[in-house]
């Protein structure tokens, strides 16, 4: 494990990434990046072994990220690294290519686990996780209407219901208002909502917001 990058807007959590890191592999050179304009030059420049990738940051989405480097090194491990419960995101990062899904809440002993495994080369995700996952292989039911929302009207929706108004969202991920007030209209006309209370109620009852 050779060069490793670690992407985050918090310098706090990058510096502690950075410390678990370089105790884990000795051998590590670990870069950082603020972004994804950051992470996505450097990913672009420097091969890199993996990446810890966090979801939540302002204009491009780890998501976001995530897409590209599927597409541009398919072969990249991605570790994505969240606040966000597992029941929020872990199964669309996976579905879109990420090795594995840590909340940071998460014990560093489970942190190592996870760099661990995905530095094998294999995917890593929780146990509850797995337990759910393998639940709903038997369960043979409708899409959720949330689940055919892009990834980032997705992240719009769990704003929304989390209480933000729409210059509070269009502040945090560099939007204009208008862009993000079309991404709620797309959302409530996908979903068949008529406003931001039962987007909220639908958001609660299925587990999105904390």
Same mark, same amino acid.
């Given at each position: 494990?050779?060069?490793?990058?670690?992407?985050?807007?918090?310098?706090?959590?990058?510096?502690?990434?950075?410390?678990?890191?370089? &105790?884990?592999?000795?051998? %590590?050179?670990?870069?950082? $990046?603020?972004? %994804?304009?950051?992470?996505?030059?450097?990913?672009?420049?420097?091969?890199?072994?993996?990446?810890?990738?966090?979801?939540?940051? =302002?204009? #491009?989405?780890?998501?976001?990220?995530?897409?590209?480097?599927?597409?541009?090194?398919?072969?990249?491990?991605?570790?994505?690294?969240?606040?966000? =419960?597992?029941?929020?995101?872990?199964?669309? +990062?996976?579905?879109?290519?990420?090795? &594995? /899904?840590?909340?940071?809440?998460? %014990?560093?002993?489970?942190?190592?686990?996870?760099?661990?495994?995905? $530095? +094998?080369?294999?995917? /890593?995700?929780?146990?509850?996780? $797995?337990?759910?996952?393998?639940?709903?292989?038997?369960?043979?039911? #409708?899409?959720?209407?949330?689940?055919?929302?892009?990834?980032?009207? /997705?992240?719009?929706?769990?704003?929304? $219901?989390?209480?933000?108004?729409?210059?509070?969202? &269009?502040?945090?991920?560099?939007?204009?208002?208008?862009?993000?007030?079309?991404?709620?209209?797309?959302?409530?006309? #996908?979903?068949?909502? #008529?406003?931001?209370?039962?987007?909220?109620?639908?958001?609660?009852?299925?587990?999105?917001?904390?």
């Amino acid at each position: 494990m050779s060069n490793i990058l670690i992407v985050d807007d918090h310098a706090v959590v990058r510096a502690g990434l950075r410390q678990i890191i370089s &105790g884990l592999f000795d051998a %590590a050179d670990t870069d950082e $990046a603020d972004g %994804a304009v950051e992470a996505l030059t450097k990913i672009r420049k420097k091969k890199y072994s993996m990446v810890v990738l966090d979801i939540s940051m =302002p204009g #491009k989405s780890g998501l976001d990220v995530l897409k590209e480097i599927r597409n541009e090194q398919p072969k990249l491990p991605v570790l994505m690294l969240s606040m966000h =419960p597992e029941d929020q995101y872990a199964v669309r +990062a996976l579905r879109s290519g990420a090795s &594995g /899904y840590m909340t940071k809440d998460s %014990a560093p002993e489970e942190l190592l686990t996870a760099l661990r495994t995905v $530095a +094998a080369g294999r995917k /890593y995700i929780s146990s509850d996780l $797995a337990e759910r996952l393998a639940f709903n292989l038997d369960v043979d039911m #409708k899409k959720d209407p949330h689940e055919m929302l892009s990834d980032r009207e /997705y992240q719009v929706l769990c704003m929304i $219901a989390s209480g933000r108004t729409i210059s509070e969202i &269009g502040d945090q991920l560099s939007l204009s208002v208008k862009t993000i007030s079309t991404y709620r209209g797309h959302i409530l006309e #996908k979903m068949q909502l #008529k406003n931001n209370a039962e987007l909220t109620n639908y958001a609660i009852r299925n587990n999105l917001v904390n």
